[in-house]
């Protein structure tokens, strides 16, 4: 589904009735990554992924650099679908993204699950990283920057024994453009850092993290969840960083089990 607010194009799925559930995917890939999630929770909930700019369907916003702006154009399309509150899912800079909402939209948030990511900002080190890849983007294109995520995204085991996995990640991560990818990573080397913001978080939060992450850690969830006040922490087995896709049965009931508890 697509609609086009203040002249650009974004691309969204909208499924189910309740409480809306709104879903952030991941670097370099799209709202496609959530698809095992919309299949099962849009049974009692009403799902809503989105492209984030230069990603899926939506359009590249090239003078975006700060994942502010991802923030203000999802509470956009929240304003455009006339939801005035609504549960937050984002994995890894989906994360990164939601901390953004809730640090200039706390009253948009009923509750938030924070996904395989971390609250710190990029060291020096880190946005150096940044900028090679975004040179390896711009000289060999998305498939160098698929070789260079993959291990970084999914488990050894899900590389060594899921080739269908590894296939459906590599085809979300060819269908990002350049820039997109290019735009994501000045805006994740230019974000704050959010732990500060950690202690200020009052509403329900669940912490999700694969224990094979590689990108984040368990040590990173693990820091997140004990600054959140009540916060709830659940590690996947046999998941790398993207929990969600590489062991959604056990992610799913992880989410069910936290939205049922708080009578969301
Ligand atoms: C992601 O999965 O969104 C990235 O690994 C985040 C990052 O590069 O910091």
């Not at 203040?6 to 890939?29: E, S």
């Not at 939209?105 to 990283?129: F, M, P």
């Not at 990173?220 to 009540?230: D, H, L, N, T």
Request: hydrophobic share 45%.
């Amino acid at each position: 589904m697509k609609t086009v607010i203040d002249g650009m194009t974004v691309g969204y799925t909208d499924d189910g009735n309740g409480t809306p559930l709104i879903f952030i995917h991941a670097f370099p890939l799209s709202k496609s990554m959530w698809l095992p999630q919309v299949d099962v929770l849009k049974e009692a909930y009403r799902v809503i992924t989105i492209d984030l700019g230069g990603h899926g369907d939506s359009d590249i916003v090239p003078w975006n650099d700060s994942l502010d702006g991802y923030a203000k154009n999802i509470i956009r399309l929240l304003d455009h679908l006339e939801i005035t509150q609504a549960v937050f899912v984002g994995l890894s800079m989906g994360g990164y993204t939601l901390f953004s909402i809730y640090r200039h939209y706390a009253n948009r948030v009923k509750a938030i699950v924070l996904a395989d990511t971390r609250a710190q900002a990029d060291s020096e080190e880190g946005q150096a990283g940044r900028q090679s890849m975004a040179e390896v983007a711009f000289k060999d294109g998305a498939s160098a920057i698929a070789s260079l995520m993959l291990p970084k995204l999914l488990a050894p085991a899900t590389i060594e024994q899921r080739p269908e996995i590894v296939e459906e990640v590599r085809q979300m991560i060819l269908q990002t453009p350049t820039a997109g990818i290019v735009v994501d990573l000045v805006a994740m080397a230019a974000r704050p850092d959010s732990t500060d913001l950690l202690s200020t978080i009052t509403c329900p939060t669940l912490v999700i993290v694969g224990e094979e992450d590689q990108a984040t850690p368990v040590a990173e969830s693990q820091y997140i969840a004990k600054r959140i006040p009540g916060s709830t922490f659940v590690t996947i087995p046999q998941a790398g960083h993207l929990s969600n896709f590489e062991q959604p049965v056990v992610f799913n009931q992880a989410m069910q089990s936290f939205l049922e508890r708080h009578e969301l």
